[in-house]
């Protein structure tokens, strides 16, 4: 039975990964214990076992927590913020606020599953009841099992299995009112979560709303067109709406996958959307969930070789190399492209992405880990299971992976899904003159054509940095190079 009376126990929400107010289970069973007596609560954690958040991650939780405060005080309640371990945090507002319960939807990396754990048994143990939810993923990572037992490896049978066996649950109950406390909070200022030296930050307002209301309205844009055509665009980053730009507010929790299946399920019923563009959709986001059981069954997801075969593997390190990487300066226009458009944006395009990637760990032999640690740092999506997911995936390191040899072209693969070009002309404006036939290979242009478009190669825009076919040649033999260690060991 629900309360509202005030003089009630509160009951604790501790606001994770999950920042929104609709179908949010944690916060639907502490309406159910304490009805509008709720203390939200946000902590930044310090606890040094968990990864830092990279510098875009903290612009968009501090967008994030503005509008769920803005949120919650519009119901008459305050979300509290407190900077600290867990469990000394969490000991404190106890008793602060003699709450008697606490709620929270799970998480599934080791260092934040040890923490909880640790949680729960101590306020367990002082007679607190103590539930926590599956709020982030459609089937948590230890629910899928494969005929002998064990967890997925490959994608399309898990695919296949969680399709037959997922069932949304009931939407959970939003509060329509709050109680308000006088515990203290911290200013959301004094944490100063904008980046510094450089804020590279400043043009991401121009392409996010983060919060549930931009994850919303996200959500029904994508729905309410651009879905049905998934399947044929999705691969193409010159399109805007080519796919949902929803990572960002699913890794933050503004919005979750059950959600998602939800209205697109409803959009096919009602036969407003295409049934196989909605499926593809929907395909998608369980690779997310598969990222996580990847990343529940390997803790060390982010930093160790999921095949331990290529630990043998002969990096080269070149930090000049990284750094053009980083900055957009190779000399290979989609690369580049794509590496601009994250430093500006936030965020990549799932195909650049791919390409970026092949380009770091095959064209320039330089370890994933490295890049897997920038995107960390500029992805406003950046996620845990997703990023060393794929990173690992792209290097052939990872659990159903691309093979090594299978070596993106940066030049094909910018011809063949820029397929007006309008993504390179957007984000190297220099080569905006450019043919068509060069746009991808500009050394490939003689020196009238050059000169026609306003390129000067090694001034206005760079000489490539390694020789496409030379490196390709290097990488199979690294590879070859990392067979005969595997197998002389
Ligand atoms: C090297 C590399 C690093 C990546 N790092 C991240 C990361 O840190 N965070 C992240 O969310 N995604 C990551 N991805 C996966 C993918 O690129 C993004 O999820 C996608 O580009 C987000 O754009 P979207 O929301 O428009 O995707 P849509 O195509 O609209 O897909 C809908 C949702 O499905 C999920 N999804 C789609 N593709 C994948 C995928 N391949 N793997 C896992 N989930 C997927 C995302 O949650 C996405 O929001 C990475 C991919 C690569 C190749």
Aim: contains cysteine.
């Amino acid at each position: 039975m629900a309360i509202s009376a005030a003089d009630s126990n509160p009951a604790i929400v501790w606001f994770r990964r999950n920042l929104r107010l609709s179908d949010n289970p944690a916060l639907g069973a502490a309406i159910e214990h304490a009805g509008e007596n709720l203390i939200c609560l946000y902590i930044f954690e310090t606890d040094d076992t968990l990864r830092p958040l990279g510098g875009a991650s903290k612009w968009w939780l501090d967008k994030s927590l503005r509008t769920l405060k803005t949120d919650i005080e519009a119901l008459g309640g305050r979300l509290i913020l407190r900077k600290g371990k867990a469990n000394e945090t969490l000991a404190k507002v106890v008793q602060e606020s003699g709450a008697n319960a606490i709620f929270w939807n799970r998480r599934y990396d080791e260092a934040g599953r040890t923490i909880d754990a640790a949680v729960k048994s101590e306020l367990k143990a002082q007679g607190l009841t103590c539930e926590s939810f599956n709020g982030s993923v459609l089937t948590e990572p230890w629910t899928q099992k494969t005929g002998s037992g064990g967890y997925y490896k490959v994608y399309s049978p898990y695919w296949r299995s969680v399709q037959k066996a997922y069932q949304p649950e009931p939407v959970a109950a939003a509060p329509s009112k709050l109680l308000s406390n006088t515990l203290a909070s911290d200013d959301l200022e004094s944490w100063a979560l904008h980046p510094r030296s450089p804020d590279w930050s400043t043009g991401f307002d121009a392409d996010w709303t983060p919060g549930e209301h931009g994850a919303a309205a996200r959500l029904n844009a994508f729905l309410s067109g651009p879905v049905s055509n998934y399947g044929n665009d999705r691969n193409r980053p010159d399109l805007e709406t080519s796919t949902s730009g929803l990572s960002p507010h699913l890794a933050f929790g503004e919005v979750s996958p059950a959600q998602i299946w939800r209205a697109t399920k409803l959009r096919v019923e009602t036969g407003q959307i295409d049934a196989k563009g909605a499926q593809k959709f929907l395909s998608e986001v369980a690779w997310r969930d598969f990222a996580y059981v990847l990343l529940f069954h390997n803790p060390q997801l982010a930093s160790e070789n999921f095949k331990p075969d290529f630990d043998g593997m002969p990096w080269e390190g070149n930090a000049d190399q990284l750094k053009a990487w980083q900055q957009g300066r190779t000399g290979y226009p989609i690369v580049d492209a794509g590496m601009r458009e994250l430093w500006h944006t936030g965020w990549m395009h799932n195909r650049v992405r791919m390409i970026t990637a092949s380009f770091l760990t095959k064209h320039l032999m330089i370890h994933w880990r490295d890049g897997e640690d920038w995107f960390w740092n500029t992805l406003v999506d950046a996620d845990p299971a997703s990023n060393s997911a794929s990173w690992q995936w792209v290097a052939g390191s990872g659990a159903d992976a691309a093979p090594y040899f299978r070596i993106f072209n940066p030049i094909t693969q910018g011809e063949k899904f820029d397929v007006s070009g309008d993504y390179v002309r957007k984000w190297c404006p220099e080569l905006k003159r450019l043919p068509r036939k060069f746009l991808y290979q500009p050394w490939k242009a003689g020196p009238l054509i050059l000169r026609e478009a306003g390129v000067e190669l090694g001034a206005n825009y760079p000489h490539p940095i390694v020789d496409h076919s030379e490196a390709r040649t290097r990488a199979l033999a690294a590879y070859e190079t990392l067979k005969e260690r595997r197998d002389a060991a």
